[in-house]
């Protein structure tokens, strides 16, 4: 089946980075585009981008852009978030999807 599992979440300081991976099987991973979303509780989950097939192309959520990087490695069946200049409004669950299968979510804690 297919499995999603995120890694790279923790705790940082405003203004610094963290680089969050997913590392993805039981699919053509290749075949796929990828997106990541993030959730804070009580309100809903908040699409943050998404890479295509290729990787040669990405679209981000205005609340990111400029600070997100998202890229792939299909030979790794991986993809990563690049998160600069991170600020406490960052501060949720992040999640990667593709097609209907999500995975289980990594905490990301920003300090002021």
């Known amino acids: 089946q297919v499995q999603l599992v995120e890694s790279g979440g923790g705790l940082v300081q405003a203004g610094g980075s963290l680089r969050l991976s997913c590392a993805a099987s039981?699919?053509?991973?290749?075949?796929?585009?990828m997106g990541w979303f993030r959730q804070v509780p009580g309100k809903e989950r908040e699409f943050l981008g998404a890479i295509i097939r290729s990787g040669s192309s990405t679209l981000y959520a205005d609340s990111v852009k400029g600070r997100f990087t998202i890229s792939r490695d299909n030979a790794k069946n991986t993809v990563h978030l690049q998160m600069n200049s991170l600020k406490p409004e960052d501060t949720a669950v992040y999640y990667c999807?593709?097609?209907?299968?999500w995975g289980q979510g990594t905490q990301v804690t920003v300090s002021s």
């Open positions: 999807k593709v097609h209907i299968y």
């Open positions: 039981g699919l053509t991973f290749s075949s796929y585009a």
